[in-house]
């Protein structure tokens, strides 16, 4: 089941739970309105309804968690099959602090793709690549092609920082390194720091490149489509 976010949510019934919800429907991948008729409690616990999507008018399963008092848990909205659209990146709320303008960018960028205007998409893509390398290089750099900047950012950016972060809290008079000294004083929060820590060194040194290789893999491999008015007469 996929997570339906809050702001989807378009309309309630009175008891809270979702009356429609809009999302890009799995069925007929356009954008649609799906309504609610009734929801079924099941349990206390949790609330069922199909909703149909108002295009192709499939219907889709959502789920919806209740808290003790029978009302809907924010953020506790699931449905099945699992939207057609792309979901926005993790980490994103990183981006909006770095620059709101190029969250925009990002956030426009998705949704054109879901309403599959893919040249829009893509020219917001490269819209989004370009201010990124502007954001982060020197003033004078700002002014290059965008094949310029991208190489250039490796000289701009110490992007060796993160694995020496890294090292500095598991050396022995680090935050974590201290506490190997004596697993008993290793809590929870400790505990889920450190899982916390090798999921973002794993994802930075093998998850990382591994998507990459295979994405370059799939971009070379790719048919090249057909300019406009290049086809044989």
């Not at 201290?178 to 794993?202: H, N, S, Y």
Request: contains cysteine; proline residues 5%.
């Amino acid at each position: 089941m996929q997570v339906v976010h809050d702001s989807q949510v378009q309309s309630r019934f009175s008891n809270t739970f979702p009356r429609t919800v809009e999302m890009i429907c799995p069925h007929c991948l356009k954008e649609a309105l799906f309504e609610a008729r009734s929801w079924q409690e099941h349990g206390r616990q949790v609330s069922a309804s199909e909703l149909l999507c108002s295009r192709c008018e499939e219907a889709v399963l959502f789920v919806q968690l209740l808290d003790r008092d029978g009302v809907s848990k924010a953020g506790a909205l699931y449905c099945h099959p699992r939207s057609g659209g792309r979901e926005t990146m993790a980490g994103v709320g990183h981006l909006q602090a770095l620059s709101g303008p190029l969250a925009r960018t990002y956030d426009s960028a998705v949704k054109l793709y879901n309403r599959a205007e893919w040249g829009a998409a893509a020219l917001t893509v490269r819209h989004l690549l370009e201010g990124l390398a502007a954001r982060l290089i020197a003033d004078d750099k700002r002014e290059l092609p965008l094949i310029r900047q991208l190489e250039a950012l490796p000289h701009e950016m110490d992007l060796a920082r993160p694995l020496q972060d890294i090292a500095q809290l598991l050396a022995p008079a680090g935050t974590f390194g201290r506490q190997f000294e004596d697993e008993a004083t290793i809590d929870k929060v400790t505990a889920e720091q450190l899982l916390e820590l090798v999921e973002q060194l794993i994802t930075y040194l093998v998850v990382l490149p591994g998507t990459m290789a295979e994405l370059k893999s799939r971009i070379a491999t790719a048919p090249v489509p057909l300019r406009r008015g290049s086809g044989t007469a």
